[in-house]
């Protein structure tokens, strides 16, 4: 990043934003959701879990749990077994049942709009918090940084760091608020589609032109 000039980088950034709302103009949340609780758990879920794994579960799982309460009065050992192959279930089922119980005792029951009370809640760092403003309530407060926004993130030399919260933080300084949220979707559809981690399809990728990884055009 540091050989490329600030404005050489927003003109290659605007052709990347401009490339990805043109080849997924769809990109969106892939976790099932209908409120923002269930995305809440489903989020939670997804921790080092496919989005296709989480939502086979969730199908039923949000049948059987519909409120937060539901959640904070499940034994425990029930809940891991609706929740088992997400894998880490147990740490997931306390995580889950701890956030419930907080969302019961200090809101209503309802899943807070704000970044400081969602990362406040047992198992909600900014990455599930950023899932949950950005796609239930439609706010952009941060950028969502996985394993594919981050990879994309160094390979477009958007970011030369390794720590999600010091991506996360470069990304919202580059890319317009007002994007932040389908940034991710587009990063991670791409990272998906294209830009896989082992075997990136760079002949047939939309953006390589504007990828310092194979050299700008």
């Known amino acids: 990043m540091s050989r490329e000039t600030n404005a050489a980088r927003a003109a290659r950034l605007k052709k990347l934003l401009e ?66 192959s997400t894998g880490f279930y147990r740490n997931k089922a306390r995580s889950l049942q701890a956030c419930c119980r907080a969302l019961v005792e200090k809101h209503g029951g309802q899943v807070p709009d704000t970044m400081a009370a969602l990362t406040a809640l047992e198992g909600v760092g900014r990455k599930t918090a950023n899932v949950v403003l950005g796609n239930a309530y439609g706010r952009n407060e941060g950028i969502v940084v996985d394993t594919h926004v981050a990879r994309l993130a160094r390979r477009l030399g958007l970011s030369q760091h390794t720590d999600p919260a010091k991506i996360e933080q470069q990304l919202m300084q580059l890319v317009p608020r007002e994007l932040w949220t389908m940034f ?12 896989g981690a082992r075997k990136p399809d760079c002949a047939g990728c939309e953006v390589a032109r504007w990828c310092p990884r194979l050299g700008l055009k």
């Open 19 to 84: 490339t990805f709302q043109r080849i997924y103009p769809d990109a969106h949340c892939e976790l099932r959701f209908s409120n923002p609780l269930e995305l809440l758990v489903a989020t939670i879920l997804s921790a080092q879990c496919t989005d296709r794994r989480v939502n086979l579960v969730t199908a039923d799982l949000f049948r059987k749990y519909r409120t937060a309460e539901d959640y904070a009065r499940a034994r425990l050992s029930e809940l891991e077994q609706s929740i088992r």
């Open 184 to 195: 991710s979707h587009w990063l991670i559809w791409h990272g998906r589609q294209r830009c």
